[in-house]
């Protein structure tokens, strides 16, 4: 009989506690849950959302992530959602339910974006809960799909965002004559089930993680919540992504990554100074003077 031992930890300011289980417990790709409904495949987040203090749950291979409500601090309840939890795996609970063997049916949908050179392919199923970028094949260690796409000789760039994939392609080769095969590919492979990511990729150092939001002044948090409310959508609508970067106050430079789409695109210059930067001059008078593309 097996015998789960789980080690908790968290950090003070900060909504997410870790729960290291010493077994291999759930899948090997990272599964993130926003409410009961979400989970129900897995039994064991479900009691966890019983808890009337957790928002959102992620389960990996030897790791349960909880985050909670403002309502309390972790301090005063992770041993017992820590026992609780090794109770559960120790009593026999079910951790995820067994999956039938049946074909998920999926269809992919291609769509043009600002940029010639890169083709948006849309999925009717989640990909990935964060988005992830890979400019060669070396980067994409962590993605099968990813790896497997840069084995196309036309494709020179993959990112991939919640439901859709992003691909930035070589001059030499025109959409035309590659779309139907590239849209194709990618929809056979997530029919068969292969992962998208087969771990969690490591964040872009930048202050655009919101679990460091704490980490951020006030007028950083300002703009990334400007970010993230009025410009990400937009963006990803045409198949990118932006993340703030820096913001420097001795000059009021907002310095931000494009990805995916945005990354190089010929309307990029245009996009920053008449839109996000008109934006962020309006919602913030008198902090800024200007939003610079690290990479664009």
């Not at 990996?60 to 409500?69: A, G, H, P």
């Not at 999956?99 to 291609?110: C, E, F, R």
């Amino acid at each position: 009989m097996k015998i789960y031992r789980i080690d908790a930890s968290y950090k003070k300011k900060n909504s997410w506690a870790h729960f290291e289980v010493d077994q291999s417990i759930g899948p090997k790709e990272i599964l993130q849950y926003k409410n009961i409904d979400a989970a129900k495949e897995s039994p064991l987040v479900q009691q966890l959302f019983y808890l009337p203090f957790v928002k959102s749950v992620n389960l990996s291979d030897k790791t349960i992530s909880v985050e909670r409500f403002d309502i309390l601090e972790w301090e005063d309840v992770i041993i017992e959602v820590k026992e609780q939890l090794e109770t559960y795996l120790n009593d026999g609970g079910i951790v995820i339910e067994a999956k039938k063997n049946d074909k998920i049916p999926v269809s992919v949908y291609a769509e043009s974006t600002p940029n010639p050179g890169v083709m948006k392919f849309v999925a009717n199923k989640q990909l990935v809960s964060q988005s992830v970028e890979f400019k060669n094949i070396d980067e994409a260690k962590i993605s099968p799909l990813a790896q497997k796409l840069f084995h196309f000789a036309y494709v020179k760039e993959v990112f991939i965002d919640v439901n859709y994939v992003s691909i930035t392609k070589y001059e030499v080769t025109e959409w035309d004559s590659v779309v139907m095969e590239i849209r194709e590919f990618i929809r056979a492979f997530i029919e068969q089930g292969n992962l998208i990511l087969t771990e969690v990729p490591t964040p872009i150092n930048t202050n655009s993680d919101k679990e460091s939001i704490e980490n951020l002044n006030p007028t950083e948090e300002q703009i990334v919540s400007i970010l993230e409310e009025y410009i990400k959508p937009a963006v990803a609508s045409d198949g990118g992504n932006i993340k703030f970067e820096s913001y420097d106050e001795s000059n009021k430079s907002v310095h931000v990554i494009l990805q995916g789409a945005c990354s190089g695109c010929p309307s990029s210059t245009f996009t920053l100074k008449n839109g996000i930067e008109n934006m962020l001059k309006e919602m913030m008078p008198g902090k800024i003077n200007t939003v610079v593309a690290v990479n664009g």
